[in-house]
């Protein structure tokens, strides 16, 4: 034989084995039997619930602080990257500059070669014109020595000794005043020299 109260159902010994309180008794036992069941069961799934949830909320904990660990990660990636940026621009820039400085020393140096290529073959031209000159100039000067000292000679067939004497004395001072003549010829022609020389090496630094 059963009987129902709500929910709960249970045996009950029959009443000619039972005294009326002990049926009682043992029906309020089961009752409370069954509510602390409920109670416990209900208590067991809402501790079940919080540990899911606290679960849930420890793996969402988790979660945020492995993306702030990426995110952490992936600044640090991004700022070393820009360093490393920097850098190799900056490499870059300094290995420009250095080229762009050896450019400029190179076409220093061609420009120098250049000038100095120049500078020998206008030495070259001006030498032999030079030394053309000095040999004409002094191939003049033997003669007019020559011509003088015909002059002279016959100039002292004709005099006396003592006009001789003062012609010798001429022609010395002559002859050092033709020396003299030939050193202010030389230092005029050195000094021209070395004026084209300067003149054409201002000219070519202007061009």
Do not use: W, Y
């Not at 000619?16 to 069961?41: C, E, M, Y």
């Not at 120098?112 to 004409?136: G, I, N």
């Not at 010395?172 to 030939?182: G, T, W």
């Amino acid at each position: 034989m059963l009987i129902h109260f709500d929910v709960i159902s249970f045996p009950i010994v029959p009443p000619h084995v039972l005294s009326a309180s002990t049926l009682r008794k043992n029906i309020f036992n089961d009752i409370l039997h069954q509510q602390h069941t409920v109670k416990s069961k209900r208590e067991k799934k809402e501790k079940e619930k919080e540990n899911i949830e606290e679960e849930e909320e420890e793996e969402e904990e988790e979660e945020e602080e492995e993306e702030e660990e990426e995110e952490e990660e992936e600044e640090e990636e991004e700022e070393e990257e820009g360093e490393e940026e920097e850098r190799r621009k900056k490499k870059e820039e300094e290995e420009e500059e250095e080229e762009e400085e050896e450019e400029e020393e190179e076409e220093e140096e061609e420009e120098e070669e250049e000038e100095e290529e120049e500078e020998e073959e206008e030495e070259k031209r001006r030498k032999p014109l030079e030394q053309r000159r000095k040999k004409e100039g002094k191939m003049e000067q033997k003669k007019k020595k020559k011509k003088k000292k015909k002059k002279k000679r016959r100039r002292r067939r004709r005099r006396s000794e003592d006009e001789e004497e003062e012609e010798e004395e001429e022609e010395e001072e002559e002859e050092e005043e033709e020396e003299e003549e030939e050193e202010e010829e030389e230092e005029e022609e050195e000094f021209t020299r070395k004026g084209c020389g300067s003149l054409f090496k201002i000219f070519l630094l202007e061009v």
